[in-house]
């Protein structure tokens, strides 16, 4: 047992259910506010963007800190912010449109925020399933290929925010700074990588 509290990943998983932990004790102490179902929504749909974020920044911070171990804990961060995102669609469809399937279809149609939010949801699914190591060997260089769309998953998770807010664009517009900044400290190692391949073929020009 006092392994299990030396192991940093038992820590991370502890933190990353803190946010459903208080829910629950909100929930039953009776703090969910006038609107509990809104309340649970807005909550569970912020802690999904602070996952994907979060789990954005681990290559960045890896390579800035040298702290190579941190990539350890990037698919337990990816795959919360899945899991928050499966229970703020479930909380969507059940709470909010009582497993309508007509009115989900008709609503995911008809309101764009609603549109943007659910394709980033259905993207995340190829992710979460070929999270493993197994479909990592399996997949070889198709998975960092699949894995490239967290980047759109995270900017459409930004629009479906900036979309629903309807008069203070504050909260939505601090996701989209630092999503851009997560997105811009790549670059350096992007176009590192590009120059890499482009040299690769001068070297040996095949075709
Ligand atoms: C990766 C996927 C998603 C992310 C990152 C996300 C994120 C968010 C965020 C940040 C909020 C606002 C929280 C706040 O106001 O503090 C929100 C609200 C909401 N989201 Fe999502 N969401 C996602 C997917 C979905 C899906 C699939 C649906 C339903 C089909 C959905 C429906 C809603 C609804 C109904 C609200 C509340 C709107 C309101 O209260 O006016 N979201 N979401």
Known sequence: MRRVFHNPRFWVFAVCLLPLTRLIVLG?????????IEFIT???GTWTLVGLMVTLSVTP?????GHAELIRYRRMLGLFAFFYACLHFVTYIWLDQ???PAAI???IVKR?????????????VP??????HAMMRRLGRRWQQLHRLVYAIAILGVIHYLW???????????????????LVLRLPWVVHALQAVRSSRRVSPQS
Do not use: E, H, M, Q
Request: proline share 5%.
């Open 164 to 182: 629903l807010v309807k008069k203070d664009l504050t909260d939505p517009l601090v996701y989209a700074v630092v999503l851009t900044l997560l």
């Open 42 to 44: 807005r909550s569970l």
């Open 61 to 65: 911070l890896r390579r800035l800190t």
């Open 105 to 107: 279809v008709k609503d």
């Open 98 to 100: 009582f497993f309508d």
């Open 112 to 124: 764009p925020f609603i549109t943007v939010g659910f394709a980033a949801f259905v993207l995340l």
């Open 28 to 36: 039953f102490s009776g703090g969910l506010g006038a609107n509990p």
């Open 127 to 132: 992710l979460a399933l070929t999270s493993t």
